[in-house]
């Protein structure tokens, strides 16, 4: 409802001169400080991102010298996969319950830590400490989970609370060691001008989803219990992947084509992910599935939503039920 507005009022430059352009800038710096004070940072420490995935990047880039070492996870996410392979790296294997163990971790060692897997909702409860630099990946966790004291950068993806896609926040600590990764010129953190109606509504967004979160967390934690319940007692040779966060779930299913499922349940109303293929340029299986030892075939991913109702579920696992047993048939 409030897009439309947004729109007509925030199209200047907050950067120009003039009034309109004032305005603008006024309500930059309005969004900034929601965003510093629901993410517990300070509102100079973030910077806006078109791209969410370029975080990973100038995140975890801007932190390695030439003595610092990356190490990270075998569950993160291929963003970090893709940087691990510019330098000197260590990955760090998960437990079946997609625990990470940061004992070795060197003084001279950048880490990365995911507060929460998007793919499986995995919390991740240790913490790396004793170490030059530590990038946290809150893309799946969005406020749910409050940063390290010891954080370096931080990413969150707006979509993490109902905002709208293609914005990325990106927080730098003013005490860590960060150079810019990227060719600039300026002490411009992103290059590029980032959509200000994106950001205006993202901050509208935010400030809406905590306000409901307060009330809805425990309907939504219901609702995660009776769909593990469902699965497990109802679906045969059914792996649900070790759990956490309330509002993420995965479940695989054996003799079962991902693909077909998600189509199939699309086509009966329900909209629903996979991690079956985490890529489809290579079309392997999910390298966080296979790495927790879960069942890769046949695997969707469900995201609770504060909207999501008790009878929406129980039509959905019916639905879900009855689709498996045909597609197994």
Same mark, same amino acid.
């Given at each position: 409802?409030?897009?439309?507005?947004?729109?007509?009022?925030?199209?200047?430059?907050?950067?120009?001169?003039?009034?309109?352009?004032?305005?603008?800038?006024?309500?930059?710096?309005?969004?900034?400080?929601?965003?510093?004070?629901?993410?517990?940072?300070?509102?100079?420490?973030?910077?806006?991102?078109?791209?969410?995935?370029?975080?990973?990047?100038?995140?975890?880039?801007?932190?390695?010298?030439?003595?610092?070492?990356?190490?990270?996870?075998?569950?993160?996410?291929?963003?970090?996969?893709?940087?691990?392979?510019?330098?000197?790296?260590?990955?760090?294997?998960?437990?079946?319950?997609?625990?990470?163990?940061?004992?070795?971790?060197?003084?001279?060692?950048?880490?990365?830590?995911?507060?929460?897997?998007?793919?499986?909702?995995?919390?991740?409860?240790?913490?790396?400490?004793?170490?030059?630099?530590?990038?946290?990946?809150?893309?799946?966790?969005?406020?749910?989970?409050?940063?390290?004291?010891?954080?370096?950068?931080?990413?969150?993806?707006?979509?993490?609370?109902?905002?709208?896609?293609?914005?990325?926040?990106?927080?730098?600590?003013?005490?860590?060691?960060?150079?810019?990764?990227?060719?600039?010129?300026?002490?411009?953190?992103?290059?590029?001008?980032?959509?200000?109606?994106?950001?205006?509504?993202?901050?509208?967004?935010?400030?809406?989803?905590?306000?409901?979160?307060?009330?809805?967390?425990?309907?939504?934690?219901?609702?995660?219990?009776?769909?593990?319940?469902?699965?497990?007692?109802?679906?045969?040779?059914?792996?649900?992947?070790?759990?956490?966060?309330?509002?993420?779930? !995965?479940? $695989?299913?054996?003799?079962?084509?991902?693909? +077909?499922?998600?189509? %199939? &349940? /699309?086509?009966? =109303?329900?909209?629903?992910? !996979?991690? $079956?293929?985490?890529?489809?340029?290579?079309? +392997?299986?999910?390298? %966080? &599935? /296979?790495?927790? =030892?879960?069942?890769?075939?046949?695997?969707?991913?469900?995201?609770?939503?504060?909207?999501?109702?008790?009878?929406?579920?129980?039509?959905?696992?019916?639905?879900?039920?009855?689709?498996?047993?045909?597609?197994?048939?």
């Amino acid at each position: 409802m409030a897009l439309p507005h947004i729109f007509e009022v925030a199209w200047p430059d907050p950067a120009k001169l003039g009034v309109d352009s004032k305005s603008a800038a006024i309500l930059l710096n309005e969004a900034r400080e929601t965003f510093a004070g629901h993410l517990g940072v300070k509102s100079e420490e973030i910077s806006f991102l078109g791209e969410p995935s370029l975080g990973f990047h100038l995140g975890i880039s801007g932190l390695i010298g030439a003595q610092n070492r990356l190490v990270f996870s075998n569950i993160d996410r291929m963003e970090v996969f893709a940087i691990s392979e510019k330098f000197s790296s260590f990955q760090l294997k998960a437990s079946t319950a997609g625990q990470i163990d940061y004992a070795d971790l060197r003084e001279s060692d950048v880490a990365t830590l995911q507060l929460c897997n998007r793919e499986t909702g995995t919390i991740q409860l240790s913490r790396p400490n004793n170490c030059a630099g530590l990038f946290v990946d809150a893309t799946g966790s969005g406020t749910r989970i409050k940063l390290p004291d010891n954080w370096s950068t931080a990413l969150w993806d707006s979509t993490s609370w109902a905002g709208p896609s293609g914005l990325g926040i990106l927080a730098i600590s003013k005490s860590a060691k960060w150079q810019n990764p990227l060719p600039h010129l300026d002490s411009r953190i992103n290059p590029g001008p980032t959509s200000l109606p994106l950001i205006v509504a993202s901050a509208l967004a935010i400030d809406s989803w905590v306000a409901d979160e307060k009330n809805l967390a425990a309907k939504i934690a219901a609702i995660n219990s009776e769909i593990r319940s469902y699965l497990s007692l109802k679906i045969p040779d059914c792996d649900l992947a070790p759990g956490g966060a309330d509002h993420l779930l !995965s479940a $695989s299913f054996l003799y079962v084509n991902a693909e +077909q499922l998600v189509t %199939v &349940l /699309a086509d009966k =109303g329900f909209a629903v992910d !996979s991690g $079956s293929a985490c890529s489809a340029v290579n079309m +392997q299986p999910s390298h %966080v &599935l /296979a790495a927790l =030892g879960t069942l890769t075939q046949g695997n969707i991913r469900l995201t609770i939503h504060h909207g999501t109702s008790f009878e929406d579920v129980q039509k959905f696992l019916q639905v879900l039920e009855e689709t498996i047993a045909e597609l197994r048939a």
